[in-house]
Each structure stands twice: as structure tokens, then as C-alpha cells.
């Protein structure tokens, strides 16, 4: 049995028909931050459960329910959440995380370290400079952990 996880960033206010659409069906929704407008957590969670967490720009009274960091279990598998990967203040590997999800860069990025996947799905909110606007999902087995980038391919 597969569990699929979307993971989105830096919406800023903006939640495009297409990442609900491509958000379809997944079974949780990860949040990276730079929400923008409480609206758009409204939104995800009727596609599937959310776990959001506060990025810089969300500093209305409605982002004080948001951690600026989550650590959340999901299909076997420890996923730590903040916002800016740079502030990371713990070893995932001592602290037995799978699955780092970072945002703020607006730059989309995978990559393993010492069996630890960092996965940034970048900015799926309004485009900025010439970034790509997109979003992540990965999709957990009870033997792997499969993440794919996809593009939301907005002109």
C-alpha cells in the first residue's frame, strides 16, 4: 500500500486551481511555510489533513497557531517541517528523521544526505524573479520513499 504525501511552499496568499488539482487524492498535505492568508490551510484541509507550519512572512494573529517547526509521523516515517532549511537545530540522523521538508528559498531541491531526504518543493505560490513554480509529493511504501517534483507550468 502506497501513502502519498504533497508537500507545498510559499503559497503567499495563493492557492492555484492547479495545486488542488495536482493535490487530488493525496492522503496528507505538508505545509513548508510563507502560508500568506489563513484561507489557503482552509482550502488544503479539504482535500486531505494538513500539517503547516509559520514561515516569515506569516506573522498575522492567525499564524500564532503555527509552530515554526513540526515533527509529524506519517506511514512509518519521521518528517521534520520548518520553514528555512539554514535554521535546522537538530541531527536528523541522531533524531532518526526520514524526511527533511524545507521552503523559503523558492528553489526546488532533492537530495539524500546520509539517508536523510531534504525535499524543497519550492514556491507553489505567485512566481518569483524566474523560478519555477511548483510542488512536491512523495510517495511512502513500507520499503521506500519515492519523491517526485513536479511543475506546475504556469507561463
Not at 504525501?5 to 487524492?25: F, M, Q, Y
Not at 482535500?47 to 503547516?52: D, E, M, S, Y
Not at 537545530?89 to 528523521?97: A, D, F, L, N, R
Not at 527533511?100 to 507553489?124: F, K, Q, W
Request: proline share 6%.
Amino acid at each position: 500500500m502506497t501513502f502519498r504525501i504533497g508537500i507545498i511552499s510559499d503559497t503567499h496568499g495563493l492557492l492555484r486551481p492547479e495545486v488542488v488539482r495536482r493535490l487530488a487524492g493525496v492522503d496528507h498535505i505538508i505545509h513548508g511555510g510563507d502560508i500568506g492568508r489563513p484561507e489557503i490551510i482552509t482550502a488544503l484541509r479539504c482535500i486531505a489533513p494538513v500539517t503547516a507550519i509559520r514561515g516569515n512572512v506569516d506573522t498575522g494573529w492567525w499564524a500564532v497557531e503555527y509552530a515554526e517547526t513540526e515533527l509529524v509521523r506519517l506511514a512509518g516515517r519521521a518528517i521534520h517541517v520548518l520553514h528555512d532549511l539554514k535554521t535546522l537545530q537538530i541531527s536528523p540522523v541522531v533524531q532518526g528523521i526520514d524526511l527533511i521538508v524545507s521552503g523559503h528559498t523558492h528553489v526546488p531541491r532533492m537530495e539524500t544526505v546520509d539517508g536523510v531526504l531534504y525535499l524543497n518543493p519550492g514556491s507553489a505560490g505567485p512566481r518569483r524573479f524566474k523560478l519555477p513554480v511548483t510542488l512536491a509529493t512523495v510517495d511512502i511504501t513500507r520499503d521506500s520513499m519515492q519523491p517526485s517534483m513536479q511543475s506546475l507550468a504556469i507561463g
